[in-house]
């Protein structure tokens, strides 16, 4: 059984920085695509970033030069480093992994949330 684990949310001032962590565990060969959605209240969820296997990345243009993905694939563990955060930034945060190649067969997952405030 594959789960995605996240870690690192919280409440921050304006202008502030959060790092997120997602680990996937479980019996992994490999996994095609990592990223990070976000859904504000009242939002649909929306793609803010992935990473490729090879190191590809791929931002929404809300969050270009104030974000940044990065992946240990030894580790199967996506960060998002998250600086100059704004109050338009709150939302639940997911990880999501895509093409996760396990023992039975290839899927997607996703995290349970967490939850990044950010205060004016």
């Known amino acids: 059984q594959v789960q995605l684990v996240e870690s690192g949310g919280g409440l921050v001032q304006a202008g502030g920085s959060l790092r997120l962590s997602c680990a996937a565990s479980g019996t992994i060969f490999s996994i095609d695509a990592m990223g990070w959605y976000r859904q504000a209240p009242g939002k649909q969820r929306e793609l803010i970033a992935f990473i490729r296997s090879r190191g590809i990345t791929n931002y929404a243009d809300s969050v270009k030069g104030r974000f940044t993905i990065s992946r240990d694939n030894a580790r199967n563990t996506v960060y998002l480093q998250m600086n100059s955060l704004e109050p338009e930034d709150t939302a639940v945060y997911y990880c999501?992994?895509?093409?996760?190649?396990?023992?039975?067969?290839?899927?997607?997952?996703w995290g349970q949330g967490t939850q990044v405030t950010v205060s004016s």
């Open positions: 999501n992994a895509d093409g996760v190649r396990g023992v039975r067969g290839i899927g997607v997952y």
